[in-house]
């Protein structure tokens, strides 16, 4: 390894909702477990070093005015699509900056549909999505993605095209990869998914942040390069932020290729006079896509290797706990409902255990699944080991 994955950072104090937040009002690590953050969706590895000097490089000149953003900011978003995903015909003008992914949820349902329409969305749902429908006055219709024998997420085609059609729904929200799920869904699945979509005339918001992290073997598909129409029918929205984690900077972008739906997701993020860039983020952004490939590369290798490391522990050792390996993302989803019932006890009381013993993960039913909970991956794998070594003895007992 080139790069530094090993260092143990104490994150605690240095403005990190991961470390210094726990997410139950309830309970607290007990005496002699210090904690260890696996829960928010960040990372706790050093950020890459390109990142860092691009960032450098700018507070050389120590003023930090208005500005509009540079050609290389658009060069350096191109650049990248074109790298990592084989992307052709991307232009600035199809590329508009956003605070946030839900931001620009928030732009296109306020774009496209009114308060009390209803949204088809798969199920687990990111609990971001959860908040804005909610936030916005829209209404969720949740079409759940099915588990196979081999335990694989899929989706429902007939499933969402009978509640696209039950609902008179024309506004869709797509993941791709999945969060929580961790599917990287072939291209089959996008082609058929958007025919579904267009049969029933529906706007697109593609959700597509976690697109960089993808596990050797699999290929993310952008959505919008499945067909012509699914380049005019989708909003995409991208960011380096879980790639790099540098969600503190601030820093989204949406992909728009027709006009209509560009001008108008434009409009909106426009009106609230707060949708404006960071220099400095412009700037990270800059130095992660144009020099940070590498330490990508290596960063995904290291998720696999715990990816593995973590799904083997619990297969020998968690009896009744069922995940699906993720294809994409850094987050492992897992399903205690059986664990549970032959221990005669609850999740919450499991999730409670968990942070008893320091490993501070996430409430999974949040996310639209009862009995489960969500883990973060991205951090040391010396940290990893010893949260699953704490889990067997003081958790899963």
Known sequence: MNYDFTTVLDRAGH????????????????????????????????????????IRKRMEMPNFGYFALPKEYYSAIIDWHKTRNGVDGLEPKHIGYENGVLGGLSSALQAFTAPGEKILVHSPTYV?????????????????LVRGADGIWRMDFADMDRRLKEHKIHFAVFCSPHNPCGRVWERRE????????????????????????????????????????????????????????????????????????????????????????????????????RDSGDWCDEMIQVIDENLTYACNFIREHFPGVSVMRPQGTYMLYLDCGDWCAAHGTDIKELQKRGIRCGVIWQDGEAFMMPNTIRMNLALPKSRLVEAMERLRKYAFV
């Open 190 to 289: 996008i082609e058929e998914a958007m025919e579904v979509y267009r049969a029933n005339d529906c706007v697109v918001f593609s959700d597509e942040i976690w697109s960089d992290i993808i596990m050797p073997g699999y290929r993310h598909i952008p959505t919008q390069s499945v067909s012509e129409d699914a380049k005019n029918r989708v909003i995409a929205l991208y960011a380096p932020s879980k790639t790099f984690s540098l969600a503190g900077l601030v820093g989204s972008y949406h992909v728009i290729y027709n006009d209509c739906l560009h001008d108008r997701v434009q409009h909106r993020g426009v009106l609230s006079h707060y949708n404006e860039p960071n220099i400095l983020s412009v700037h990270a952004l800059i130095g992660a896509y």
């Open 128 to 144: 971001g999505f959860t908040h804005t429908f909610e936030d916005t006055g829209r209404v969720a219709v949740h079409s759940p």
């Open 15 to 54: 403005d990190c909702l991961a470390a210094d937040i726990i997410p139950f009002d309830d309970v607290q690590p007990d005496p002699g477990f210090d904690e260890i953050p696996m829960w928010v969706a960040d990372m706790s590895f050093p950020a890459a070093p390109p990142i860092l000097d691009a």
